[in-house]
């Protein structure tokens, strides 16, 4: 994670930039079960910011993009719990420890996300390893 | 861009690297759960077996083992299944039906054997089965039906007698998953075809459970397993189709006679 940015944002961007990590971290919980919710949420978050100033914007994409790999990882074990309690596969350790790489995975969002959000919400910007990249590509001032 | 690139190379060969160094820990028994192994689904076979057979007449006489032996024995050799796993029983009993037990015991009805209008079509239909088991459909359907636990706890013998027959009457009169009977249906055709046995009696057997399901209630009990027979038997001739030239019956007429004779004393 690096601490540079262009401008110094205002408290009011500051405010609005961390609850985008807020929004994605509330969303991460509720949509344990079912993780397109955790999409969705930043999804609308990022369209209600989408005029917002740079920094708001820039954390906003940044929250969203996070989103997309974890979708692919819970669904992709949402759907092998499934048919383990329903369909023909059976419990194996390649499941167990896919479940256990998923909540690494997850945890370390998480903790990611907390830290995002106390930082950005004091001013200090946060870039993350790949997402930080891929958001400057994206995200134009 | 090279480096955003080589950042989400990084991050997903973490994601796999954690996975598969996780998967080479046995959590199955770090979490010690229970797991089905041969040797259970063997134990539950014979311990179904030993309840089942009491309750029934089986049939031993010399030649209609020997006939049906002899069938089963070419399915096997052919398709490189091992004999020995299949325990072929006959059972005298007027209903249409052949169903697969845990532990490769393969029942057949004398029903089943006086209804075939030609060893091709018992055969197909003893190759359906024989697909069941090889396939481990049988543990499949039990672990649904009944769960792990109640399985495992038959073979250490702490389950009473109505379990057993509950699991036994599973296995003769409810049917498997359709996609698992669909499964049943392709490899018995290829198991026919490499023992260079027509498949097309199977489809017909299937064609005639459909017409008589109205009429007669011996039909049904194969029937009440494999439901869609129409279906069924429709795929099952476009799949055979033009695969085999010159087919040899299943069994001789004379050996067909006799198993057909001696099936229901």
């Known amino acids: 994670m690096e601490n540079n940015f262009e401008y110094q944002p205002s408290d009011h961007e500051a405010e609005k930039a961390s609850n985008s990590y807020l929004m994605s971290l509330i969303a991460l919980i509720a949509g344990m079960p079912l993780p397109i919710i955790n999409l969705i949420a930043s999804l609308i978050f990022f369209i209600g910011n989408r005029k917002g100033t740079y920094f708001v914007r820039w954390h906003c994409t940044q929250a969203l993009l996070s989103q997309f790999s974890l979708l692919f990882i819970n669904s992709f074990g949402f759907w092998w719990t499934l048919s383990i309690m329903f369909g023909p596969e059976t419990i194996s350790s390649k499941y167990i420890a896919y479940i256990i790489t998923m909540l690494i995975f997850n945890i370390s969002e998480f903790i990611a996300t907390i830290y995002s959000a106390i930082q950005t919400r004091k001013g200090i910007h946060v870039k993350w390893f790949f997402y930080g990249n891929l958001t400057n590509l994206i995200c134009k001032a | ?265």
């Open chain 2, 1 to 265: 861009m090279k480096k955003i690139i080589f950042q989400f190379v990084v991050l997903v060969a973490l994601f796999f690297g954690l996975w598969f160094a996780l998967k080479s820990i046995n959590w199955m028994s770090v979490f010690k759960i229970e797991k089905l192994t041969d040797d259970t689904e063997i134990k539950i076979g014979k311990t179904v077996w030993d309840l089942y057979k009491k309750t029934e007449k089986e049939n031993k006489e010399e030649k209609a083992v020997i006939a049906i032996d002899s069938i089963v024995d070419r399915i096997c050799s052919k398709n490189n299944i091992n004999r020995e796993t299949i325990k072929v029983h006959i059972i005298i009993k007027d209903d249409i039906n052949a169903f697969a037990m845990p532990g490769g015991h393969l029942v057949v009805y004398s029903g089943l054997i006086t209804a075939s209008d030609n060893p091709d079509e018992l055969a197909g239909v003893l190759a359906h089965e024989i697909s069941h088991i090889e396939l481990g459909h049988v543990m499949k359907k039990l672990i649904k039906e009944v769960g792990l636990s109640v399985l495992i706890s038959m073979t250490s013998g702490n389950s009473g007698g109505e379990t057993i027959k509950q699991v036994s009457k599973i296995l003769s009169s409810s049917a498997f998953d359709r996609k698992l009977e669909k499964e049943a249906d392709i490899s018995a055709v290829e198991y026919l075809i490499n023992a260079n046995i027509n498949p097309e009696p199977l489809a017909e057997f299937l064609y005639k459970l459909a017409e008589n399901k109205k009429d007669e209630t011996s039909y049904e009990s194969w029937l009440s397993t494999h439901p869609d027979s129409k279906k069924r038997a429709e795929y099952i001739l476009a799949y055979s189709k033009n695969k085999l030239k010159n087919p040899q019956p299943a069994l001789s007429d004379t050996s067909w006679k006799i198993l057909k004779e001696n099936a229901a004393d």
